[in-house]
């Protein structure tokens, strides 16, 4: 199974890494060698020149080679880690200033190094992003200035890198995966370990499975109880999703800043990376900073982001047209046809399906990449962004039109429109040449394909996912692995096989395994979450269940989401994060969608109003669009009053960030008030103001007779000389005042 | 009329504010003349103590005194301007630290005063500002701890002090008034002008005012030309109408933020002054600060908040039912009824709103003002933020109501209901004890009604707050003075005249009339704007010119106001401000609103779509709210776009604070840098990094001498010394798969 190889005892190779920070998959097309090979020195002098020790071996191909790269003074790593500490205290990221890492002498380091490390321990996590940083910053930018081919898009200096990938750590693999097999909740620590070793990009995914997790234990358990006592459509269970999904999303919002302020990363987003594949169009002055920024105009960015408009029509149209074709021929062959071959042809839209939506989706997928790569971002998370709300729009399509297609059209239209699937029986009966019609049998509305389509989508499809997911790639490698084993002894005869040294075969076994596995990609992952946090917002109402399904398909998937990196992918390189960025918007759009959807769906099948046999001349449209936008202003009402409540709570991470800020605020103004004492003895005090008054009065006084004649603005104020004479003069005024009143009396 | 203070010459007292920072004005009641005398007593010391020279002066009455009050030492001034400073610096509404006032000693302070004027000068606003946080800041905070009597609810120690207000410059305010009479738009100096005399408070209100001015040219001028070619009722003038009132909110809430940077104020919300109202239940540690803090159950305030929707219904209730008896009697005498009296019955309805509304208006605002302090809030600005917000729903039904009743009930409705008014028919006859049926005429749905009470709204009662605000006032007081002369020519027999030293006689009697002026409060005016922009956001779809009458009152607006600053007010603290405030929230709601209002009265009053003579039979419900719909979504929409384009633009006092920003930060990293390299020969350049690399493997590999046999990691890594073995292992590797290649061939 997946989890194979922490099954057994370690295999020998896994031990250790040798301090290996990073491996360089160098593959050389044999008709470039000359090309590779002088690209192969400048690699390694770039390597040697930004630090790295480095050493090269065979990769199991024998066209492609394995650079083992390390950082080779440990001074180096501790400088860069200050210096990256110091940009994120510039950068507002942490509060405080990191304590510098000495470096003069090779003693002081060593004395302080313990002390250091007390202090703020540089994690694994921390020191392979920074080597991986070194490896690919610009040249002048003190980095190596590698690139692999594949973000390079294949052509430049570099297009011989295949891949860069730091090596897993296998017994804290092992330790991992069987620890999370065992328990029944994840907690904190775990993340924090996750988050230790695979950065908080990873971390962020699994500290959202883990809140999503927690949170669905109360659908579930409601869902159940309204599967049993309300039945379906309840208008009941549409509002407590509804209000259920408002509370979560803001939860999230709030416990990701939380997280953010605790894991050290608030903010952190601001720190853009440079993406390499920018093109520039011009140089110019950045009015701020006064250096010199690479500019792309962003009106013809504008303009290309402008084509995500036919992007999404052309992802409608294509994936929008097949599942509306399948859909129609799987209604008439299964409600309608009725002649020869039925049994045969009821399985031609599954088929149809299969065979052409990866298809479609890759191709797609594909095209939104070309257009993000014509967007041509600066950063990195820009770059992510774009593309993130592309595959939204393509997997919003696939995921749940086919479910739009049979509530909103096929049953309250499905009286209209089934009589234009006789095209289909014209089509057949062309073929068949046969005069007289094809048997057909009296269509009526299927009730119950609503229900089971939702079954589909939130049951069969996640075991489908689970298992595409993890047992094929695991499947695949091991077809892959025999037939290039097979392919080897082919050809073992024209090549000599690898010779590696006996103490380290085993290692450089694995090395190679781990180099041909893919790259981890969290992206997918949450993907496939909030797709499923979709179908829960917008159409669990029709199958309460629901909940109870995702509950034990994301207990399932966060353990096998684990193998899948442990086993299935290489290293993930530790980036940090501040938030789990661009999908936390596409969870609003479906908690805020799913109050609409819930409204129609609940109007539409409950009970008296229509139910599934009504046909649209019994559906009051305004009734319909009126308990939709009621249902719409009361989520965003709600959405607010849940917003304030949860804005009011203070989370951990922010009272731990608040207090810092308060002691370092105190701190400040403690100094400054000492010096405000030593040096001004008389404060404004109740004692020492007095004399201050006194003294500034009788100096006036001295200044003016040295004047002579004082003017009206100086005389007026030295007509009562102090408080006490005004507080005489005022008491002889209120006297005075009493004694009209008494006498007025 | 009002300005005619500063029409004629300068009346002889006001040429000089004689020093005075602030005039306390201490009522005493006859019959509590005792008490009165002892807290006078305590009133001067404290403000002694406090450090503030006083005197002591009678008021018109003469059961009243005048305490001049004045900041004794140029030193307290700075000294509490730095603290102050400090205060921002630490809460980071300052970038830089500010420079200390250096007060060692009296040359030293000389020496440098010019220096520090010319750095960063005291304005006038921040001097009234710091004096009036030291007369009312709590004594253990250095301040002289007095509330007047209406903050602190008439009772306590300080009951008998009226008020405390600063004295207007009216030099300025001469030059202030000529000036804006006489330019066509108020420019960005102007703005900065009355920031530096009133504070940023009340130049926000003007900076809203001028920003509001400049942005109604555009829909004036469109409404002019869509008045003229495209009628009442025009979709194309609704969609245009919302895209511009989306982009000014936008653009406002850019320029607000923009304002307070250029300003130095962003953030000055979060340095809250603590109410010294509020009632704390119980004293806890702060988790954060570890200090104490006063705490009251948020439980508790928050089940007092809830009292917000029995008042909103009471609101709706009483001022709802006010409106909807006038508009049905209204509609009964001049629209159905045709018997006797008919000629004065008209202003029935007019009188009874004249009557009842200012009535009911003041009794709801005092019963909002008592929630809002059973509210019991921390601060000023929570507190005010809870008012606002309660004024603003009793404004919304008095504003907007009659036209929501005439729009939306009267004509769709009309002819439903009108049979229902012979009510009153029957009420009358009881009267009358007529047998015969009085006389009416039959009833048809005035189709001008609508646009009729538009006008009024947005015409003639502009017109008549202008009166009420400026010439009332201005009119009450003359009346009152001279009710007043009259009684004390009266009274003269009983007491003395007030007697006045000859040099201060004219400022003492200028003093006297500035003290009974009224407090300015800038709620008001806000609410007339906003309000305001309700009109236009919400029914100028129904008369396009509404613009245009609002451009000329605003233009005058922004005039009386500043006449009524300046004449018809006690001149205003100068408070801080980062914002409107909450009147932002209720522009927003208001824009927004506007989209769903226009639509529905394009759908329901636009040419075909029923029309004013169509009855409800007529109008396609599911149409309009279809249309209801599409509208507030494409609002939506059209929303997140244009802040995001906006937020894309960089607005001059953003760009200014990043630019101060990144300079300390370049400034900061620098000093890093210096020290990196000084500590540091050796960086990960590319040439020193090679050295470094080379001298570690040499030292790694002697330790292994030393050591024994090594470690298979520490072999690992010994295989290929330095980057020139790699480079020539690789090289021969690569030549070996060339080679297999070519032989494979």
Request: charged content about 25%; aromatic content about 12%; proline content about 5%.
């Amino acid at each position: 199974m997946a989890g194979s190889r922490y099954s057994g005892k370690d295999s020998p190779g896994s031990k250790s890494n040798y301090d290996v920070d990073y491996v360089i998959h160098y593959v050389i097309p044999p008709e470039e060698a000359a090309e590779a090979e002088a690209s192969f020195s400048q690699l390694i002098t770039a390597l040697s020149s930004a630090g790295f020790a480095t050493e090269v071996r065979r990769a199991r191909k024998p066209s492609s080679l394995l650079v083992f790269v390390r950082l080779a003074s440990d001074r180096l790593l501790r400088s860069q880690v200050y210096r990256s500490r110091v940009q994120d205290w510039l950068y507002g990221v942490r509060a405080a200033a990191p304590a510098p890492v000495p470096t003069s002498d090779e003693a002081a380091q060593r004395d302080s190094e313990d002390k250091e490390e007390e202090e703020e321990p540089v994690t694994e996590a921390e020191r392979l992003r920074i080597a991986y940083l070194l490896i690919t910053q610009p040249r002048n930018e003190g980095g190596a200035g590698i690139v692999t081919a594949q973000s390079a898009g294949g052509h430049g200096q570099w297009r011989f890198v295949k891949s860069i990938f730091p090596l897993h750590d296998h017994a804290f693999n092992r330790e991992w995966l069987t620890q999370w097999s065992t328990k029944y909740s994840l907690e904190d620590a775990d993340i924090e370990a996750i988050r230790g070793r695979f950065g908080e990009r990873v971390a962020f995914y699994f500290a959202f499975m883990q809140s999503y997790f927690s949170f669905l234990l109360f659908p579930a358990a409601f869902g159940l109880a309204a599967w049993m006592m309300l039945g379906k459509f309840s208008w009941f269970y549409a509002l407590v999703n509804c209000l259920w999904s408002v509370v979560f999303f803001e939860h999230w919002k709030m416990k990701e800043v939380d997280l953010a302020v605790r894991w050290g990363v608030r903010g952190v987003s601001r720190i853009q990376h440079p993406r390499p594949q920018f093109q520039f169009e011009r140089e110019s002055v950045d009015p701020v900073t006064g250096e010199i920024v690479k500019v792309y105009s962003p009106f013809k960015r504008l303009a290309r982001q402008l084509l995500q408009v036919p992007f999404a029509a052309a992802c409608m149209v294509v994936l929008g047209g097949l599942i509306v074709g399948c859909f129609a021929i799987e209604i008439f062959i299964t409600e309608v046809y009725n002649g020869p071959f039925k049994q045969y042809l009821t399985f031609l839209p599954t088929i149809l399906l299969t065979l052409f939506m990866p298809t479609f989706t890759t191709l797609l997928t594909k095209l939104a990449e070309r257009l993000t790569d014509m967007e041509n971002y600066e950063t990195h998370d820009a770059h992510q962004a774009s593309f993130v709300q592309k595959i939204f729009v393509l997997n919003f399509i696939t995921s749940y039109m086919g479910i739009f297609l049979t509530a909103f059209v096929y049953v309250p239209f499905g009286k209209i429109l089934v009589p234009y699937l006789d095209v289909f029986q014209l089509t057949a009966q062309k073929f068949t040449a046969d005069a007289k019609p094809l048997p057909t049998k009296r269509w009526e509305i299927n009730p119950d394909r609503l229900t089971k389509q939702v079954i589909y989508f939130t049951v069969t499809a996640q075991v489908v996912n689970f298992a595409t997911e993890v047992i094929m790639p695991h499947a695949k490698r091991k077809v892959f692995k025999t037939v290039e084993k097979v392919q080897s002894e082919l050809s073992e005869k024209t090549a000599e096989p690898v010779k590696d040294s006996p103490e380290e075969a085993d290692f450089l076994e694995r090395v190679r395994d781990e180099a041909e596995l893919e790259e981890y990609d969290v992206t997918i992952d949450y993907r496939e979450m909030v797709i499923q946090f979709g179908y829960l917002s917008l159409f669990s109402v029709v199958w309460p269940l629901t909940a109870c399904s995702f509950l034990v398909n994301n207990w399932i998937e966060a353990r096998s989401d684990a193998v899948k990196i442990a086993t299935n992918c290489q290293r993930p390189i530790p980036w940090r994060a501040d938030s789990i960025g661009p999908w936390l918007d596409a969870l609003g759009f479906l908690s805020w969608l799913g109050s609409l959807t819930s409204a129609a769906l609940v109007f539409l099948f409950h009970g008296s109003n229509g139910g599934p046999d009504g046909s649209p001349a019994d559906i009051r449209g305004w009734a319909l669009l009126l308990s939709i936008l009621f249902a719409e202003h009361l989520y965003l009402v709600v959405q607010l009053v849940v917003r304030g409540v949860i804005r009011k709570l203070d989370s951990p991470g922010l009272q731990k960030e608040k207090a810092e800020r308060f002691a370092m605020r105190k701190q400040l103004l403690e100094k400054m008030m000492e010096r405000d004492i030593s040096e001004e003895t008389s404060g404004p005090g109740v004692s020492g103001a007095e004399k201050i008054t006194k003294a500034s009065l009788e100096e006036e006084a001295r200044k003016l007779s040295v004047a002579g004649e004082g003017r009206p603005e100086q005389l007026f104020w030295l007509r009562q000389r102090g408080a006490s004479e005004t507080i005489q003069v005022g008491r002889s005024l209120i006297a005075e005042a009493a004694g009209n009143y008494t006498k007025a009396k």
